[in-house]
DNA sequence: TCTGGGGTCCTAGGACCC
DNA sequence: TCTGGGGTCCTAGGACCC
């Protein structure tokens, strides 16, 4: 079998600029949440010399010398790019795993060398045509080398955008011999540093190493690189990626936060928020763990990141009753004295919602329902009115502790009204949930 | 002054069972 | 003095990804 990563170049700064053909041949800069740190970059902006996860106050002079254009993130318009391109690479491939907001693998049966370049290069011109966004593909017998290819493909303006990793595995060790062993996908700087202690420098070092050996002293995950690197696949193309297994609602706060009721509404913005994904994939929790982080950018400052889980009997993605829980757990988790930067809520053993759910504690069938359908009328509300248009009270009225997001793209997609809509007709595509990464 | 958010998978160690 | 062994399940935490 044949693989393919096909990745999107500069995904969040190509989508604000197919968004506003003005910004042609202008750097752009896309930064995080909070418009705390560039999270993409364009062409220009990267010849500029901006860092990629740089805070942005450090490059902000930077930006403002060369007429950087600097965009908050807009996520509901990367998705909405984001099913586009996954609509246009499925019409090609027999298989295909959405595996982040601006790649996917896909699986086309084995072919010529020659004859995978030109497939590659016709999904790549056909994506830009339908989506005027450009993708970078690589294409090899495994996802670890498809990734290298595809790496490979970015960084060599004479490959035309595509690279296919030669079927002949001598072919391929030499490649592998110039590429470090920490570069490969999976090799993070812990790995990266076992690595070299047992000598192992290159990715070609890694392919031609015993499989038993790597498994030693790295455990499954080495054993699967090594083999993945020197062509056997271990990672299965997964169309479906099945029902999520956990939600976290976070964010770090505008400002500090010393305030106990403050960092309860906070807790009790992110359990709503939580709840309402839950409802969105027809799920319930079962387990709810509320946190609280200070400044770790602040050595001076005292240090603490407590947590508290709460049991959910029976499970729930009612809103009040998780917002209760998270009103439960900063009850245990809260110390005074410090200066909190970031809280949040994780839900975890998460299971599909019955269809007759049991009654909430406390409250009889009748008023159950009404509960649920309350529930269902504040997602109709924020759905056509925008996120926080009806929310619980228990999250604030003034909601000081929240952060800020000045440059949102004017057209922005919280007005549903302003934005074209993607039509994803391929099942696979809709299927996929987005995750929002790039 | 200002430093992102949301995930998955694996491992180690303890509790518990027979 | 000698005082099993093997298995499962759960949880916390680490590593890595984008």
Redesign the pocket.
Known sequence: MLRALA?CNN?YASCERALNPALEGVPIVV???????V?ARSAEAKALGVPM??????V?RLCEAHGVHVAS?NFALYGDFSERVMEALASHARDIEI?????AFMGFPAMPDADALALGRRIREDVRARTGITVSIGMAPTQLLC?LANELAKGDRSAGGVRVMPSDPAARLEILRGVPAGD???????????LRAHGLVTAADLAEAEPGRL?SF?????E?LGLEARGVACHVL?ED?????????????G??VTDRAELGEALAH?AA??AA?LREDGLVAA?L?AFART????PDLPQLRP?A?VRLDPPTDDASRLAAAAADALGRLWEPGYEW??A?V?L??LSPAGRSQPSLPGLGPEASEARRRLMAAMDKVNAELGRDALRLASTGIERAWK?RSERRTDLSTTDPGKLPTAKAVDPRVRRT?I????
């Open positions: 990745d995904f930064l995080s949440n909070n418009d705390g740190c999270v996860g740089a805070p942005f106050f450090q902000r993130s595996y982040s907001v601006d790649e990734k490969l996908w999976g090799v993070g700087p812990g790995m990266g540093a076992r498994r790295l455990g499954v995950v080495g699967r997964r990626q099945g029902p999520r297994k956990s939600i976290l609602s976070s964010r770090s706060f400002r500090a992110h928020h939580a994904k387990t763990v400044n770790k950018h602040r947590d889980a930067k970031k949040g994780c975890h053993e952060g949930r995750r929002f990464h790039e």
